[in-house]
């Protein structure tokens, strides 16, 4: 029996969906149904059919100000699936490993998704009083500091997106709960290089974060440090865990290829 060569196979309309979604990419961030009309060399009502298939399915979404289109969260959620596959989890423990070995504090492996900061991976101290979060658990990006170095490296576009919708709600006395004051900070984070959460989500709990680069130089992540604000003191922060997270997020981006 003579084997058909695979390319009879191809499902052409699925073919243009993937040339569709093929033409957003790190220069571009939205379209619309026009240019991308001209740059598949397809009729503008094929275009529509493609973008109306593929926002039903969150792989495409429509920015209501401009009306043009962008990737969507499953796009998001299959890249980030990827890079769990292609290593970040298998590089990133014995890092954070390395990381309690050396402060006795929790350090964590963290994602942004939907406004919120998701923890991938966490080794625990073995000190009884100490900072407990499991695998998967969602926090407000804005209060966190994982959170707050992906929010710093946004554009002002995506990140006034973001402000306008999500409530700031103010958690501890100490929560950015304006956007005024966490743009502020968030441009901090962007000039020190790592981020600090000094008791803005949980009372009695600091952590930092210093960002996870890939060889594309994008941010895929954070590498973080939270433990008791007694033992969290300002002085210990700077002098040892500031450069411990920062060495560690520079070593991970490494593994990653991130370029040196």
């Known amino acids: 029996m003579v084997k058909k060569d695979k390319s009879e196979y191809i499902i052409q309309a699925v073919s243009h969906a993937l040339d569709l979604l093929e033409q957003f990419h790190d220069d571009v961030d939205e379209l619309g149904v026009t240019e991308l009309s001209k740059r598949l060399k397809l009729h503008k009502n094929n275009v529509f059919r493609l973008l109306a298939t593929l926002e039903s399915r969150g792989y495409i979404e429509q920015n209501k100000a401009t009306e043009n289109?962008?990737?969507?969260?499953?796009?998001?959620?299959?890249?980030?699936?990827?890079?769990?596959?292609?290593?970040?989890?298998?590089?990133?423990?014995?890092?954070?490993?390395?990381?309690?070995?050396?402060?006795?504090?929790?350090?964590?492996?963290?994602?942004?998704?939907?406004?919120?900061?998701?923890?991938?991976?966490?080794?625990?101290?073995?000190?009884?009083?100490?900072?407990?979060s499991r695998v998967g658990s969602r926090l407000p990006a804005y209060c966190t500091a994982a959170g707050k170095v992906h929010m710093a490296h946004m554009n002002e576009e995506e990140l006034d997106d973001l402000l306008s919708n999500i409530k700031l709600i103010q958690h501890t006395p100490t929560t950015l709960s304006s956007p005024e004051a966490l743009k502020a900070e968030l441009a901090k984070v962007?000039?020190?290089?790592?981020?600090?959460?000094?008791?803005?989500?949980?009372?009695?709990?600091?952590?930092?974060?210093?960002?996870?680069?890939?060889?594309?130089?994008?941010?895929?992540?954070a590498i973080s440090i939270s433990g008791p604000s007694m033992r969290l003191d300002n002085d210990r922060v700077d002098k040892e865990l500031v450069p411990l997270v920062l060495k560690a997020a520079a070593d991970l981006s490494t593994r990653l290829g991130y370029p040196k």
């Not at 590089?91 to 939907?114: G, H, M």
């Not at 923890?119 to 407990?132: M, N």
């Open 69 to 132: 289109y962008r990737l969507g969260l499953k796009a998001l959620e299959l890249g980030q699936t990827f890079i769990k596959q292609m290593g970040l989890l298998r590089q990133a423990k014995p890092i954070l490993e390395d990381i309690v070995e050396d402060c006795n504090e929790t350090s964590y492996v963290a994602i942004y998704k939907e406004h919120h900061t998701v923890y991938l991976d966490v080794v625990e101290t073995s000190l009884t009083v100490r900072v407990v």
């Open 190 to 221: 962007r000039e020190q290089g790592y981020a600090f959460d000094d008791e803005e989500l949980d009372a009695g709990v600091r952590c930092l974060a210093a960002p996870i680069r890939d060889y594309t130089r994008r941010i895929v992540g």
